[in-house]
């Protein structure tokens, strides 16, 4: 066994490149997945009967499938069925979308209806318009509620990236295998690999526990 | 004398429960009225019936002139002849005492930043609380939160204040503080509206006293005619366990 962590030093610009796109897809899709989340998520909280409805369908869809496939169904099934062809960028980044739109939405929605009912009476009873009562009551408080979980969602979906390579998205996943498939540096590139990883996933941790020690829990 | 409240045929079911029956009941401006009866009559529900907290089933409520079955805005207009007072006081926990106050000047009666702080701190020194205006609700204790949540229903002018069970959460210590500071509205002729079970409050305070059963007004006469002299067994024994 003869290990040579000096190689990885040419291999630099193509992992960076690769994770420049593992970044790309996360922050892209997530922007789209925590702008649906919060939609779907209220509409959870106090959508009527067919608002609650149709976003309880959605969540539980998502849920309660894998994201491989949710994938694959994106990029292979989709054309088949409504002759929509996606480029493999634009699929992963949809995917992104409404994977964590789906467990966003439940976090939302969760942190919403553990704001306690009297606030809201309280905020009503001097005569606030619903819509101000979750702007300035409930959304504050549920906010402070919500970082941790759509951290952790954030760090989830960063990893779930990895998996685009099965539609052969050039991101840091794929970019490992592409050297590996060249040179046979297993133990090297996937160190290498990891370490990119966890350089990107430490770095969100840690924000996250900037933000949560900045902002008490009311 | 105009009533300012006035309840025709005002019934209140939640699915099969009838919780109120068929109320009739006139509230006059300055009446301080104390509810009593025992838990499951019904009184918190007559009380959020009053500010649409709670929809009525069938029958008119008015107040002010304005029916609860008006709609969302006319409903919002009664919220602001209406003030409320929970047992669980319910303050913004991410404002102060003196944003507590103030929100509401500002967002429902659109009154300045400056205006309405200005007003607010004076509510605060009426209930005893100027000093403690920067302070955040989990710094006061529970009669001081009490406190700043009347305060927060006076800031929005209201014509009436209905007080739902104020001083239960509350140590026997604290309650005479939250108490006076009630005393003290009715003495500038506050109408009020208040579920209690403080016995000396309504006898020294009420104008009137309004026994409930099973959705129903049993007993409406002059507290101090009837706390020492329940018309009926029900109320006598309600009165000998509170
Ligand atoms: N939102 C609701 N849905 C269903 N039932 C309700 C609801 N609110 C109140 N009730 C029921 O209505 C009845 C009257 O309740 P209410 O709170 O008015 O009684 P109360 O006289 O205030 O009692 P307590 O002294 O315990 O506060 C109770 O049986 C209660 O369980
Ligand atoms: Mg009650």
Same mark, same amino acid.
């Given at each position: 066994?003869?290990? !040579? ?12 490149? @690769? ?8 922050? +892209?899709?997530?922007? @789209?997945?925590? +702008?649906?989340?919060?939609?779907? @998520? ?10 609650? +409805? ?28 409504? !002759?929509?062809?996606? !480029? ?71 990893? !779930? ?13 794929? +970019? ?43 | ?6 309840f025709k045929?005002v019934? *209140?079911?939640?699915?099969?429960? *009838? ?30 019936c009053i ?5 009525i089933?069938?029958g008119d409520l008015l107040?002010?002139?304005?029916s609860v ?56 020194? *009426? ?9 955040? $609700? ?19 002018? $209201? ?6 069970? $104020? ?62 002299? $329940?018309?009926?067994?029900?109320? *006598? ?6």
């Amino acid at each position: 066994m003869n290990i !040579d962590w000096s190689i990885i030093i040419n291999f630099l610009p193509q992992l960076f490149h @690769g994770a420049k796109i593992t970044l790309y897809i996360t922050v +892209t899709g997530l922007i @789209g997945g925590i +702008t649906l989340g919060a939609v779907i @998520g209220l509409m959870r909280a106090y959508g009527g009967y067919i608002l609650n +409805t149709l976003a309880f369908i959605y969540v539980e869809i998502i849920r309660g499938t894998p994201i491989v496939v949710q994938v694959m169904f994106l990029y292979f099934a989709l054309p088949v069925l409504v !002759d929509i062809r996606i !480029d493999p960028m634009t699929t992963a980044i949809l995917a992104i979308v409404i994977n964590a739109g789906a467990y966003v939405a439940e976090i939302v929605r969760g942190a919403v209806l553990s704001i306690s009912k009297g606030l809201t009476e309280a905020g009503r009873a001097i005569g606030l318009p619903r819509w101000k009562v979750v702007v300035y009551i409930v959304g504050p408080l549920a906010f402070r509620r919500l970082i941790p979980p759509l951290g952790n969602q954030c760090i989830v979906s960063l990893k !779930d990236t990895s998996l685009f390579i099965v539609i052969g998205v050039g991101e840091l996943t794929r +970019t490992g295998q592409e050297i590996m498939a060249a040179n046979f540096r297993a133990v090297e590139i996937w160190t290498a690999v990891a370490v990119f990883y966890l350089i990107m996933t430490g770095t969100l941790s840690l924000l996250l526990r900037i933000i949560e020690k900045r902002m008490r829990i009311l | 004398m105009s009533a300012i409240i006035e309840f025709k045929n005002v019934s *209140k079911h939640f699915g099969p429960l *009838k919780v109120l029956e068929e109320v009739d009941l006139d509230i006059n401006r300055g009446e301080v009225v104390v509810l009593i009866g025992p838990s499951g009559s019904g009184k918190s529900t007559l009380l959020r019936c009053i500010n649409g907290l709670e929809m009525i089933t069938s029958g008119d409520l008015l107040v002010d002139g304005l029916s609860v079955k008006g709609g969302n805005k006319i409903l919002r207009e009664i919220r602001q002849e209406a003030g409320m007072v929970f047992q669980q006081f319910n303050l913004f926990p991410q404002m102060n005492a003196l944003e507590n106050v103030a929100f509401g000047q500002r967002h429902v009666r659109g009154m300045g930043r400056k205006a309405a702080d200005i007003s607010a701190q004076e509510l605060l020194e *009426k209930v005893g609380l100027g000093d403690k205006s920067r302070h955040y $609700p989990h710094e006061l204790s529970g009669g001081q939160q009490q406190r700043v949540a009347i305060a927060r229903a006076l800031a929005i002018k $209201p014509k009436v204040m209905l007080f739902d069970e $104020p001083t239960s959460a509350l140590d026997p210590e604290l309650k005479q503080e939250v108490l006076s500071v009630m005393r003290k509205l009715a003495e500038e002729q506050m109408t009020m509206v208040v579920v209690t079970h403080e016995m000396s409050f309504a006898k020294q305070v009420g104008t009137r006293l309004i026994f409930m059963e099973h959705g129903k007004i049993a007993v409406d006469a002059n507290p101090a005619d009837v706390i020492d002299n $329940p018309p009926n067994d029900r109320m *006598k024994d309600f009165l000998r366990h509170v």
